[in-house]
């Protein structure tokens, strides 16, 4: 009895629902549908450095004082108009007039100092905090719309590291983290649920007026799923789909993603502490082929930053596949008494890159067939992470760690430091000669930084071979031929709605 | 019989205090989530700053008190993640997954009784091949695989139903189908078994003797005494629905629990983890104190149980 | 009598399989007319219900194959009726009693449903009147109370009240035939008699045919018009009571009346020959009390199932232990051989009591005292064969044999209950239900015991291999010394066997003493009952009888 | 007392020239050609996870990076690539036969611990009523009420996704199946007169649980884990959906759809062939087990059997 009871209730409600189901219903050609890979874990402005949630929030409900362009990687004026270095430790901002949050409060010096001590407050974790640093903040309103930002140690990069700290209404509770964000960007949250995110235009925003009036966020893991999605309609946009179903050159476009993949050498353990060693490995890959796995526009990598990134140098050039080559090496080493039999461990993190799985099962295979004992265990990511940060597990053995390795953020200062300086995070080596170009370049500006930073490049890949660089990644859209869209550089971290056009 | 339930409530809360303390512990034996909630470059400082604010620099036991004596007040800890409270989190994943499963064991269990009937009437005929091969066949496949293959035909090729997500009745119709293939399948199996045991039984000899119709001897006599074997089945097939509704919800996009935990346990989001399964085993238990239930209705044996 | 009303002609059954076919029944033929009862007569395995099965369509083909035979229901051939002609006949024209009531009955619908039921299928009644003549049926064959217990389900009747339902469902409609099938088997013989009575007074009151198919001669003698004897499928004797049970013909039916316990009054020597020796076992003032809650937080109750039992058993005599079902019998059996534990008294095994018995010491005195199951089948281990059944005694009490000699002990213990050394190989279910038992006393027999518990030893058994079986325990008695204690509910088998019995009812002792005063002179009421209970010929008027069934 | 089954139980009575209980069986099989046809099918799985790696072992590892997702049905490369080539331009077919051996391996080692620990864990909680009785139910108890798929994941995050470690987590969710049917049947048998006979010969509680009422058990317990094999398989596939499955350069048919899945609109055949060999291995299993349980039931055997009709 009680069983045909619920029966019917639950076939009164899929009744209702199917009679009004609001939620993928197109209401006009302005409102999108966007489909993502996973759900955005929460919608806290301090979180938007994370892909789900910067896709969502980034440009969208909140801005900041300026945006990074993704062609040369400098800072561009967003809510600062301009700005200016004060002295060694102190920078100056001029804030853009008569913008406004969506809570109709007033955007000022203010409402950027207020931003600034809730991230750096310590109420709550503030993953953004991470780009700056050990870097501490303190901001002096000079008047309404002029801030000066002082750091404890020079900051050359500040106005780029800002380009992260999103700014929020004073309204926001200061001391937890929100699911309500409030911001000034051209659109404010109306409804976030375990199924959808929507987005309404915001009608008071400060600049041009977009095109799109609503836009629904959806999720689903499978990429075929997410392709389809926007194949039948039901959405018109996914900013991430896998390769193999980038089939439709009218809809799915590629773009390199500023994501760079490479193994990371153990280079303190023997043998991968000999320079011969390290050098067949890079030698040791088909390259061609491997780019087959992951699509022929990725491109070869000889350093951790993508071209367009301040100190990316254009001229090192890749290792090339050479087997005979890498299996001499290799002989030279053992005759130096080198243990090159040695098994070494292969260390993936599941689901780290579309492919990944299956491109270290392939460089392994290669590996092997030079000569080398190869071991691959794949990680979950907080294991993974064990090995990838100091202070690693001390009977780790020699091992090779997939990495990857994301700089959108225009500068290699995001970068070099914490892989090649000997206490970086992530640095297995130190290098007296690297560490004092690392200071040198971190406190350079202008073309003398870019070419410290190329210097130090070149210095990794072709004197120590201190890493396999493999590929800058392309990543694959698929846009719904009603939009006029491109995905960029900044993809991965943003969709600026604003930026969307319907084709008329 | 009372007597019985009570005892059975109590070896419940027994058992749900014992996956609690089970499920806190193992839980924190899977690792560090500063390394998932933080990114990759965090500093070591800021690793710690979120381990003490989260409380996971205190020993382990001082944890689990902690934990138990928020539980008296209600308090099921806040999503790491999702920055609300745990509890919530769960409650509003549960009802999807609720519905979803409950329209799926219906519907298998409601087409295995007539499939799995009709094929006991005459063993071995077509019909009964038929039948079994089809059943066991989609219980067989891996339900993901089918999933996906169910959509990129019915969704992308015929353009009959929605990919994905939720929404119309239409929404429902993959997730239901591909939830309730393995219960089908087993269930077509335990059906016909019992019928075909409860047809050669002395009392539906006793209704041939009286002159009843076969259809009725079916239905009436032999139907109703394979009940009660069909619904433990179905019991337990309701309990393991939750790995289904996994990868069902994981496919489709649908926002109930089976995704839930599994994303929390992936994310190192404890406190969900831990509400979760209590939602999950309350409802297991609920769900096996109504099949006792539903056991005496069905059979005045152990309704009038006097000695 | 116009002609019969229903008759069957060279009936041949088979049951199929990939041998050759099992004949069940061969070129069978008989008749039943109008107010008369016909008796067929057999053994298990004799075929006795195939024919009926097939009058009422119920040998699923295959695997049956009616290989042969027509059957005529008041003159029209089964065979050329449609099934709905034949569905239509059952219920209506012809009904029929199995014996098992509990299992042929639906346990999870109500009675007055199932009874309803015939009404419905057959167009009669429904509803309010359906459920109005149901209890009055009820009221017919005696179910008390039957307003209320319309709506019970079968497991809240006793055995005899399902019977008795079974029959309210069976004469719903007044047929013309009804077949019951062993109706009373499973039935304490004081409940046997009455739904005897109720079938006698039925059949006297709508004038039905009646079609009684039974192994015991007893309840053929005290039904029968006519009987038909049965064997190996098929017919050995057939013709009117009388005369078959007073001058039959057929061999195996004289062995049959023969095997009966009561056939003759001639001391058969299977009581003990010598007089009994000194006690060994002492029983006194066992009780056995088991606390039920009632459901409901209803208050416990403390129900007696044996209730302060005191007896003594000597070397070398046996000792009947008589009751009904429910009597705590089998109760006292599984408490003296510790499998249940007593709630307070004592029995003294040569001085030491049983109940204060340490592990050591309880496995000790298990080898000295030993028990006889009544399912030979249930009672051994299905998987093992019968070496290992017989040798397990051996393999538990090590320091009775060395392990090489087993297998002599084995042979020589199979060839002591009258079996051979190559039946050691086999399964227990290869043999018939005789040699099984056969085989669980050479397993009691195994650890060189002085007492043997045997506990409905020979009820399961056909009733010319329950004589067997007991002149066999006699022997054996005689050979080694045994004492026995032999509980059963049937009086008149231990007649011959036992040197005393004890009466028991209701958990308590109603009466006890020596076997030739308790038959002469039962002392108390249950007693006499028992021993009336025991079916009269039909045929019969007086006390006096050929067969002597009666003894009084 | 005529009962049909009595009848045929006498007909089976040793009459001299009975057939052996294999070719008997044997006969049963050809009678029902659908599980004729799923044994013939699983001796040729076992012939492969024995002898399969020797055989093709190395072309299961091979790369072909420039024959990627290789379409099936052509013979260019060799018969070894009739089905096609995956992801790693790999033969799929000597992936097929290679893999066989984890994926039944793993099954059957997951199948057989959970048997012999829930057998023997219900063994006792049946036949005893000591407390650790209550404690083995309640534990089994909070093991079905736990997702078995979370707690999969639980113990993998906390032991490490290896073989024997997934070995370990398929079997520990299939334990308490076996334990509550087990201690089911050893209730009802524990009543049975048999144990009192031997109880009564002075046997003691090990001797009864291990020779009296474990061999009983048996049957019903290899019936279930015939089954649960295919189960067992399904969900180390459902592992491998979630990435902590089995780890590459080892791969079962579970790995290979997983990996698979996502070429399903481009490449169908890389996930396809592993799918419909877990598809037709689990089908087979569940059809042998039917047929198992036909032969074991004296009620249903003769569906199995040619029927002698007598001459008329």
Redesign the interface.
């Known amino acids: 009895m009680r069983n045909k009871g619920a029966l019917s209730k639950i076939a009164l409600a899929v009744l209702l629902a199917s009679t009004a189901s609001p939620a993928l219903a197109q209401g006009g050609a302005n409102n999108i549908t966007i489909v993502l890979p996973e759900q955005p874990s929460n919608l806290e402005p301090c979180g938007s450095i994370l892909t789900d949630v910067g896709q969502v929030l980034s440009q969208n409900i909140t801005e900041p004082l300026t945006v990074i362009d993704p062609k040369d990687g400098t800072p561009q004026p967003k809510l600062a108009t301009k700005w200016e270095r004060v002295n060694d430790t102190t920078w100056r901002f001029h804030l853009r007039d008569g913008v406004k949050f969506q809570d109709g409060k007033e955007f000022n010096a203010e409402a950027v100092a207020f931003t600034l001590k809730r991230m750096t407050g310590g109420a709550f974790t503030c993953n953004n905090l991470a780009k700056f640093g050990s870097a501490k903040l303190s901001v002096t309103p000079v008047d309404k719309l002029t801030v000066d930002i002082k750091t404890e140690k020079p900051e050359p990069i500040l106005p780029a590291l800002l380009s992260v700290a999103m700014m929020v209404s004073p309204a926001t509770p200061a001391d937890k983290a929100v699911n309500d964000p409030v911001g000034t960007g051209p659109y404010k949250l109306n409804t976030f649920t375990p199924q959808t995110v929507v987005l309404d235009r915001f009608d008071g925003y400060w600049g041009k007026t977009p095109d799109i009036a609503k836009a629904t966020y959806v999720w689903r893991g499978e990429s075929s799923l997410r392709a389809a999605m926007v194949q039948t309609g039901e959405a018109q946009l996914t900013p991430t789909i896998a390769i193999q179903d980038a089939t439709n050159p009218k809809t799915d476009f590629s773009y390199l993603n500023s994501e760079t993949t490479a193994i990371r050498i153990d280079t303190e353990q023997p043998p991968l502490n000999d320079v011969r060693v390290r050098k067949a490995l890079n030698l040791a890959i088909d390259w061609q082929g491997m780019a087959e796995l992951f699509g022929t526009d990725v491109l070869r990598a000889s350093q951790m930053v993508v071209p367009g990134i301040n100190g990316h140098n254009p001229d090192l050039k890749p290792w090339g596949y050479d087997p005979d080559q890498a299996a001499k090496l290799l002989a030279e080493a053992k005759a130096d008494g080198v243990p090159v039999g040695t098994t070494i461990k292969l260390i993936g993190r599941n689901g780290i890159y579309p492919n990944g799985n299956e491109g270290l099962e392939a460089m392994m295979t290669m590996w092997e067939a030079v000569g080398f004992d190869i071991d691959l265990t794949m990680l979950d990511v907080a294991d993974w992470t064990r090995y990838l940060q100091k202070p690693f597990p001390q009977e780790r053995g020699p091992n090779l760690l997939q990495i990857m390795h994301d700089n959108n953020k225009g500068d290699a200062a995001f970068t070099v430091p914490i892989f090649y300086h000997s206490s970086g995070q992530y640095a297995t080596f130190s290098d007296p000669k690297v560490d004092t170009l690392i200071g040198e370049a971190l406190n350079a500006t202008d073309t003398g930084r870019t070419k410290a930073f190329q210097e130090i490049f070149s210095e990794v890949h072709d004197r120590i071979a201190v890493d396999i660089p493999m590929f800058h990644m392309i990543g694959y859209t698929r846009v719904g031929e009603s939009l006029d869209w491109r995905p960029n550089l900044t993809t991965n971290s943003e969709i600026p709605l604003a930026e969307i056009r319907l084709k008329k | 019989?009372?007597?019985y339930l009570g005892k059975r409530a109590l070896h419940s809360v027994v058992s749900v205090l014992g996956l609690l303390v089970l499920v806190f512990f193992l839980t924190r034996l899977t690792g560090d989530p500063s390394y998932l909630f933080l990114p990759l470059d965090a500093t070591p400082q800021a690793r710690e700053a979120f381990s003490a604010l989260h409380g996971f620099d205190q020993p382990l036991y001082i944890q689990f008190f902690n934990y138990l004596g928020d539980l008296l007040h209600l308090d099921f800890g806040e999503s790491l993640r999702q920055n609300r409270s745990a509890m919530e989190v769960a409650l509003e994943a549960f009802p999807q997954t609720l519905k979803l499963a409950v329209m799926a064991i219906f519907l298998a269990g409601a087409l295995a009784l007539v499939v799995g009937s009709l094929a006991a009437a005459k063993p071995g005929s077509l019909f009964d091949r038929f039948a079994s091969l089809v059943s066991l066949a989609g219980a067989s496949a891996p339900d993901f695989w089918v999933a996906i293959v169910g959509i990129l035909v019915f969704a992308v090729s015929l353009d009959l139903l929605p990919t994905s997500g939720t929404g119309s009745a239409a929404h429902w119709i993959m997730p239901i189908g591909v939830l309730m293939l393995r219960p089908f399948g087993l269930l077509v199996q335990v059906v016909r078994g019992t019928m075909i045991g409860a047809l050669?039984?002395?009392?539906v000899?006793?209704?041939?003797?009286?002159?009843?119709?076969r259809q009725?001897i079916i239905f009436?006599?032999a139907l109703?005494?394979s009940l009660l074997p069909v619904i433990t089945v179905a019991g337990d097939l309701a309990t393991s629905l939750v790995n289904g509704a996994v990868v069902v919800e994981s496919v489709f996009g649908w926002p109930g629990i089976g995704k839930l935990m599994i994303d929390a346990i992936i994310q190192r989001d404890f406190a969900v983890v831990q509400s979760t399964v209590l939602v999950t085993a309350c409802a297991i238990f609920i769900l096996n104190i109504a099949i006792d239930i539903l056991y005496a209705v069905?059979?005045?044996?152990i309704r009038?149980?006097?000695? | 009598m116009t002609g019969p009303i229903l008759e069957v002609r060279g009936l041949?059954v088979?049951?199929?399989?990939?041998?050759?076919?099992?004949?069940?029944v061969s070129a069978v033929d008989f008749h039943v007319s109008h107010a008369e009862t016909l008796c067929i007569l057999g053994e298990?395995?004799?075929?006795?219900?195939?024919s009926t099965s097939a009058i009422?369509?119920?040998?699923?083909t295959?695997?049956?194959?009616i290989?042969?035979g027509r059957m005529f229901f008041e003159g029209r051939d089964l065979a050329t009726m449609t099934e709905e002609e034949r569905?239509?006949?059952?219920?209506?024209k012809i009904?029929?009693i199995?014996?098992?009531p509990l299992?042929?009955?639906?346990?999870?619908?109500?009675i007055g449903r199932?009874i309803a039921?015939?009404f419905e299928?057959?167009g009669v009644a429904s509803g309010a009147d359906a459920k109005r003549r149901v209890v009055d049926l009820l009221r017919r064959v005696g179910i008390p109370d039957p307003e209320n217990r319309v709506d019970?389900?079968p497991?809240?009747f006793s055995g005899g009240q399902r019977q008795r339902v079974?029959i309210a469902?069976a004469i719903a409609l007044q047929p013309s035939v009804i077949i019951a099938d062993?109706p009373t088997?499973a039935l304490d013989v004081s409940v046997q008699a009455q739904i005897l009575d109720l079938l006698r007074d039925l059949q006297a009151e709508y004038g039905m045919a009646l079609i009684l198919i039974t192994?015991d001669l007893e309840v053929a003698a005290s039904m029968a018009d006519r009987v038909m004897v049965m064997k190996g499928g098929q017919i050995v004797e057939e013709g009117e009571a009388r005369t078959v049970f007073t001058r039959p013909q057929h061999e195996y039916t004289q062995k049959l009346l023969s095997a009966l316990p009561h056939a003759d009054d001639t001391d058969r020597h299977r009581r003990s020959a010598t007089v009994a020796g000194e006690p060994i076992l002492k029983v006194e003032n066992i009780v056995k009390r088991y606390t039920?809650?009632?459901?409901?937080?209803g208050a416990a109750k403390h129900v007696h199932a044996v209730n302060d039992i005191s007896f003594q058993v000597n070397r070398g005599e046996t000792v009947g232990i008589v009751g009904e079902s429910g009597s705590g019998k089998s109760s006292v059996a599984?408490i003296l051989?510790r499998?249940n534990e007593p709630t307070s008294g004592r029995a003294l095994y040569k001085g030491d009591d049983i109940f204060r018995m340490n592990e050591r010491e309880?496995?000790k005195l298990?080898?000295k005292m030993?028990?006889v199951?009544?399912?030979p089948y249930?009672?051994?281990?299905?998987?093992m064969d019968v070496r290992s059944i017989i040798s397990?005694?051996l393999r538990?009490?090590r320091d009775i044999l060395p392990k090489a000699q087993w297998n002599d002990r084995v042979v020589e213990l199979l060839e002591l209950v009258g079996l051979k050394a190559e039946h050691a190989n086999?399964h227990i279910?290869?043999f018939s239900g005789g040699q099984r038992q056969r085989i669980?006393i050479a397993?009691a027999l195994a650890?060189d015991p002085e007492l043997i518990v045997c506990d409905e030893a020979v009820s399961a058994l056909d009733v010319s291999i329950q004589a067997q079986v007991i002149d066999l325990l006699a022997d054996l008695r005689t050979r080694l010394g045994l004492s026995y204690i032999f509980i059963t509910h049937d009086l008149p088998i231990v007649r011959h066997f036992a040197d005393r019995i004890i009466v028991m009812k209701q958990g308590e002792i109603v009466e006890q003493g020596t076997t030739q005063a308790l038959f002469a002179n039962p002392q108390h009421s249950y007693t006499r009952s028992l021993l009336n209970a025991t079916p009269h010929p039909k045929w019969e008027t007086g006390a006096a009888s050929q067969l002597s069934v009666r003894v009084s | 007392?005529?009962?049909?089954p009595?009848?045929?139980?006498?007909?089976q009575?040793?009459s001299g020239r009975e057939p052996g209980k294999a070719r008997v069986l044997l006969?049963y099989l050809v009678h029902d050609k659908l599980a004729l046809i799923s044994a013939i099918y699983l001796l040729i799985l076992i012939f492969a996870a024995i002898f399969g790696p020797m055989l093709v072992g190395d072309m299961a590892t091979k790369l072909g990076l420039r024959q990627r997702n290789m379409a099936p049905f052509s013979l260019e490369q060799g018969w070894l690539y009739v089905l096609g080539a995956d992801t790693l331009g790999r033969s799929i077919l000597a992936r097929l036969v290679v893999g066989a051996q984890n994926t039944l391996g793993i099954a059957a080692a997951a199948v057989v611990t959970s048997m012999l620990i829930g057998g023997a864990l219900g063994l006792i909680a049946g036949y005893s009523n000591r407390w650790y009785s209550q404690v083995i139910l309640r534990l089994a108890d909070i093991i079905m009420s736990f997702p078995s798929l979370l707690l999969a994941l639980i113990v993998l995050y906390t032991l490490g996704p290896s073989i024997p470690n997934l070995i370990i987590v398929l079997a520990i969710t299939r334990i308490p199946i076996y334990l509550r049917t087990t201690r089911a049947e050893v209730l009802e048998l524990r009543e049975?007169?048999?144990v009192?006979?031997?109880?009564?010969?002075?046997?003691?509680s090990l001797?009864i649980v291990l020779?009296?009422i474990a061999?009983?058990v048996a049957p019903t317990l290899i019936t279930i884990a015939a089954i649960d094999f295919a189960s067992v398989i399904l969900a180390e596939s459902a592992l491998s959906f979630l990435g902590l499955g089995i780890q590459p350069p080892q791969f079962t048919w579970g790995a290979m759809v997983a990996t698979g899945r996502g070429y399903l609109a481009n490449a169908w055949w890389v996930a396809f062939w592993p799918g419909l060999a877990i598809l037709l291995t689990t089908l087979s299993l569940n059809l042998l087990s039917s047929w198992a349980r036909t032969v074991a039931d004296p009620q249903q055997?003769?569906r199995l059997?040619?029927?002698?009709?007598?001459p008329?």
């Open positions: 019989m009372f007597g050669s039984s002395p009392y000899k006793t209704a041939r003797a009286k002159g009843v119709r009725k009436s006599h109703r005494n069905l059979d005045p044996r009038y149980q006097t000695s | 041949t088979d049951f199929l399989s990939d041998r050759d076919p099992v004949r069940a298990s395995g004799s075929g006795k219900s195939v009422m369509g119920l040998i699923d295959p695997p049956g194959d290989v042969a569905r239509d006949i059952n219920g209506r009904a029929m199995f014996q098992d299992a042929y009955l639906n346990p999870v619908h109500s199932q039921e015939v299928t057959h019970q389900y497991h809240q079974m469902m062993e088997t192994h039920m809650s009632t459901g409901l937080f599984r051989l499998l309880l496995l298990r080898r030993q028990m199951f009544q399912d249930g009672s051994m281990n299905p998987r397990e005694p538990i009490h086999r279910h290869q669980a397993r650890s | 007392m005529t009962v049909i009595t009848d045929l139980k006498a007909a009575k040793p006969g049975r007169m048999f009192s006979a031997a109880k009564a010969m002075g046997a003691g001797r020779s009296h061999p009983l055997r003769w059997q040619t029927l002698r009709r007598a008329r």
